[in-house]
């Protein structure tokens, strides 16, 4: 009886260590099919952080890797890890943004047709990566969205300055 008991504890205690293990692979992120990635170049990613989110149409798709400056220092390089195989659009960019109102960013993959007016990062030729490389644009943080209304509001009160002081009561 004893020798089936500590068959139990053993079997018990192998059973644990084996959840441990794969649980904290799964809660790192770990895959172990293969993988897929891309890099997307920019001047800056705002907030953007390891672990962020990647989406495409809005559906995560994967996470970001890796974020490094580029060796001339000319911008970033993002690395995406894809955890599941999509078909991206003919002309695939990131736009790095807030994903929601409480400060965590994400990099959304999108059709470059779609946003004509964002000026996404021209991609060098032959610029020397093992996966694709995408053009990317990062979204204006709030900070700076405030410190431009603040410029504007600056400005307006300027010109109203000018307009009292060029119509007065005597013109």
Do not use: H
Request: aromatic share 8%.
């Amino acid at each position: 009886m004893s020798r089936g008991r500590e068959l139990l504890v053993g079997v018990v205690i192998i059973v644990a260590g084996a959840i441990a293990v794969v649980g904290t692979l799964w809660l790192q992120g770990k895959t172990f099919g293969p993988v897929r990635t891309a890099s997307a170049l920019s001047e800056s990613v705002g907030q953007l952080a390891l672990g962020n989110a990647v989406t495409y149409r809005g559906v995560r798709i994967g996470q970001v890797s890796a974020i490094d400056v580029l060796s001339d220092g000319s911008g970033v390089e993002v690395t995406v890890r894809f955890e599941r195989d999509v078909a991206l659009p003919r002309d695939p960019a990131v736009i790095f943004g807030p994903e929601s109102l409480f400060g965590s960013w994400q990099a959304e993959i999108v059709s470059k047709q779609a946003y004509p007016s964002y000026p996404f990062f021209d991609v060098p030729p032959g610029f020397d990566a093992a996966a694709p490389v995408l053009g990317g644009y990062a979204l204006p943080e709030i900070s700076r969205l405030t410190a431009s209304a603040e410029e504007i509001s600056q400005n307006i009160a300027s010109l109203t300055d000018r307009l009292e002081l060029a119509f007065n009561e005597e013109t």
